[in-house]
């Protein structure tokens, strides 16, 4: 929020004044109240292996982050270039492999990778649209540098608590609403909706019928699916509400079994469907992957589109939007890594210390090494993990990440943060302005995930 | 509206119901053994019977005390006609169709939920439970008037309105069927205190022993009382009163849907029995066999109404 030279950052400057004015006590109850009306709302999730795991808060800071409109307009541009390459790629992967036979990225990476889905192969979704919903992991590491650190092209979660920390600091702080111009993102439930709806399949006369597919009350982000699935004003269900009848998907109603044309999936590709997939799947429906490439449902995400947001892919990005954008990305690269490569691995070895290493299949902030914060020990052990499976893992530096305030005892204090903003893609791409703004409450710390203790604030784009 | 929804509808407010009887009915017990000190055992016997859990009472405790009792009703989750039970239970069933209630009725009970957690988290103290007993009435009246003030009157709404009656009518003729011989009229004939305070309490189970004086005369009579509780479709806990409810919700789910089933002829029979039948006839046919055979039916109302509308867990 502050300079170096001890003035508020330009986006930040009517936010900067309003905070100067306020009364500490005021704002510490109304960090209470706000951790009251979460509670209240049910806007919890669970944290898997926790004895007392049934439902816990993610933490809400309610100091803003603050974008300017051309800090956003940036931003988006280079989001977009990317998601309409990720389309572009995954298209070509599962027909005519252009990008594999021009040599720009070797064949055993795909093919022998578990989240390419043969099945897919031939077969393009309604609109050609593979990735409907995607959430880009930002970071900032200066004032014009921006990095992505993922895709997250399946089902990226989070977007309720973009919607939820609005709504909260709307109802706390009115005031400052008049004050800024921030740019609104309460509707992206009917955006989400509209371009659900617009991807319906070929066969599917009059208003398409939308449904949410959850893994149930007990998945931890079962209270974002009933959210979602509520603001659209569509039916939320799970695997065992659906069955395949007549070649499509239907599902159990009050007055019989009742067509769905859209399944706006939650639920991971491995689970989709055990007469395809993991046959012990019981949060699947058995023959929707028939019924999905007879053209008679739309899935979204699409089912295969983890191979291109995995980490052992990650790395091709560059090559990836250059190959189908014609142009050199906007938005960088974290240089990263391949341990599967024997020079790199070599050098990942001797620089541990410095290094972020990440499982390439792995998720939720599990499984990593933060070189500089390990501790020896930990380091040796996870080198030894490094050698026994090379390929499993990639490496990337650490990077200076940005610091946003937090309300911390004693005042307020820098902290890191990432950004992940959401987008949506039919026959146009629709990047909401604003996303969900993740922070690492531990002092010093670089990992955000709200599984490692990680909180949360509203993300403010201004119109400027 | 999926099957299951439909059904986790129905039973988050069965539930809702059951919370607030089960309060209802402690409530009742305590005033009574405020009341005649020296038989305190019957009186928790009879409560714990007309909660139905009085063989899975013994299950648990040697022998019976009110401060047993009490707590087996409020906070054993050995018992899932408890409070903490079936807020318990009414929530992870509005958590389930989430989709389908309002912001305000979910909050409603959620916050139930939260607070019913924290005030049973221990035993209760005697003098914390008209504190408790308040709350409890509190929270599910909020639930309530959320639920009312806010819902769309759809099929949700009819739904969770079925749920609500054929609860609450299982509940009035439980209460009855209990304590149907204290109002026999060979017993009854004298009139004592202790027929009056086993009166008394009949209708403070059913939260009734004040109306009760607006309608009939200020004396108790065992007849009065049986025919408020069954046949006074004013009153809104009489049998009476929730089959008119279910008959008029379940009608409007068959215009909706275009199409009738077994539950509904069943339900209007039974409203046209309870409309046509006087107190006297059923007092000389028999209270208990009566009662007996309205549970029975109001059971299989039930299933019909879960079979015509396909409810599945």
């Not at chain 1, 499982?359 to 390990?374: D, F, I, N, Q, R």
């Not at chain 2, 053994?33 to 019957?42: F, I, K, M, N």
Request: with cysteine; glycine share 8%.
């Amino acid at each position: 929020m502050i300079d170096a030279d001890g003035s508020p950052r330009q986006p930040y400057s009517t936010y900067h004044q309003w905070y100067s004015n306020q009364d500490r006590n005021r704002l510490i109850a109304k960090s209470k109240e706000a951790e009251k009306i979460f509670r209240k709302t049910g806007i919890t999730f669970a944290v898997y292996g926790h004895a007392d795991s049934s439902e816990k808060l993610i933490p809400f800071d309610l100091i803003p982050r603050i974008i300017s409109g051309r800090e956003w307009r940036r931003l988006a541009q280079g989001i977009e270039q990317r998601v309409l390459a990720l389309n572009a790629f995954l298209d070509d992967i599962y027909h005519k492999q252009e990008i594999i036979r021009a040599g720009r990225i070797p064949r055993g990476l795909i093919e022998k990778n578990d989240t390419f889905l043969p099945q897919m192969i031939g077969f393009r979704p309604p609109g050609g649209v593979y990735t409907h919903v995607v959430g880009t992991d930002i970071v900032r590491t200066g004032e014009n540098q921006f990095y992505v650190l993922e895709d997250n092209a399946r089902t990226p979660s989070g977007v309720s608590y973009m919607l939820e920390n609005r709504e909260t600091m709307m109802q706390m702080f009115p005031e400052l609403f008049h004050q800024n111009r921030v740019r609104p993102v309460e509707n992206y439930p009917y955006l989400l909706r509209q371009s659900l709806s617009s991807l319906a399949p070929a066969g599917c006369n009059g208003k398409p019928r939308v449904a949410v597919l959850t893994p149930g009350i007990y998945n931890s982000a079962f209270y974002e699916h009933a959210f979602l699935a509520d603001m659209m004003g569509v039916e939320l269900v799970q695997g065992s509400d659906l069955r395949v009848i007549d070649g499509k998907v239907k599902m159990r109603t009050t007055r019989g079994y009742e067509a769905i044309d859209v399944l706006y999936r939650r639920v991971d590709d491995n689970f989709l469907d055990p007469l395809t997939f993991r046959s012990d799947s019981a949060l699947g429906i058995p023959g929707i992957m028939d019924v999905y490439r007879a053209g008679n449902v739309t899935i979204a995400n699409a089912p295969g589109t983890g191979i291109s947001d995995d980490k052992a892919i990650y790395s091709y990005m560059p090559e990836i939007i250059e190959f189908y954008t014609g142009r050199k990305p906007l938005l960088e690269n974290v240089p990263t890594w391949r341990c599967s490569e024997p020079d790199s691995l070599k050098y990942v070895l001797e620089h541990l210390a410095e290094l972020v290493v990440k499982e390439v299949h792995g998720s939720g902030g599990y499984g990593m090494l933060v070189g500089p914060t390990a501790t020896k020990k930990e380091r040796v052990v996870f080198a030894e993990k490094l050698k026994s499976r090379p390929g499993n893992y990639i490496a990337q530096p650490t990077l200076s990440l940005s610091t946003v305030p937090i309300m911390v005892k004693k005042g307020i204090a820098p902290r890191h943060v990432d950004l992940r903003p959401y987008v949506l893609v039919s026959d146009k791409v629709q990047i909401i302005p604003g996303g969900l703004t993740r922070v690492a409450l531990k002092e010093g710390s670089l990992v955000v995930n709200s599984s490692q203790g990680g909180g949360t604030k509203d993300t403010w784009v201004l119109e400027d | 509206m999926l099957g299951r929804t439909a059904n986790g509808l129905y039973w988050m407010f069965r539930y809702i119901e059951r919370t607030e009887n089960s309060a209802r009915l402690i409530d009742a017990g305590l005033r009574m053994s405020l009341t005649r000190s020296e038989s305190a055992e019957d009186d928790w016997d009879g409560v714990l019977q007309s909660a139905g859990v009085r063989g899975l009472y013994d299950q648990v405790h040697e022998g019976l005390t009110s401060g047993d009792a009490i707590d087996f009703l409020l906070r054993d989750r050995a018992n899932p006609s408890s409070v903490i039970s079936c807020i318990e239970e009414g929530r992870n069933n509005a958590r389930m169709v989430r989709t389908a209630l309002t912001r305000e009725t979910w909050e409603a009970i959620n916050e139930c939920w939260i607070e019913m957690k924290g005030i049973l988290a221990r035993r209760a103290r005697t003098t914390d439970m008209p504190e408790i007993i308040d709350t409890i009435k509190r929270r599910t009246g909020l639930i309530r008037g959320a639920f009312h003030g806010t819902m769309l009157r759809n099929e949700i709404f009819n739904f969770s309105r079925i749920g609500t009656f054929i609860e609450r009518a299982d509940n009035t003729a439980r209460i009855l069927d209990v304590k149907y011989y204290v109002l026999l009229p060979a017993i009854s004939a004298v009139g004592s205190s202790i027929d009056n305070v086993q009166w008394e309490s009949i209708l403070r189970s059913v939260s009734a022993h004040r109306s009760y004086g607006w309608v009939y005369d200020a004396e108790l009579r065992p007849a009065n009382i049986a025919d408020f509780l069954i046949a006074n479709g004013r009153m809104p806990r009489s049998l009476a009163y929730c089959y008119e409810k279910i008959v008029s919700n379940l009608a409007y789910l068959a215009r909706e849907y275009g199409e009738r089933h077994a539950a509904h002829e069943t339900a209007e029979r039974t409203l046209g029995f309870l409309r046509s039948q006087s107190i006297a006839n059923i007092m000389d046919r028999g209270l208990h066999e009566y009662l007996e055979d309205f549970i029975s039916q109001n059971n299989r109302l039930g299933q019909e109404i879960s079979d015509g509308y396909r409810f599945y867990h």
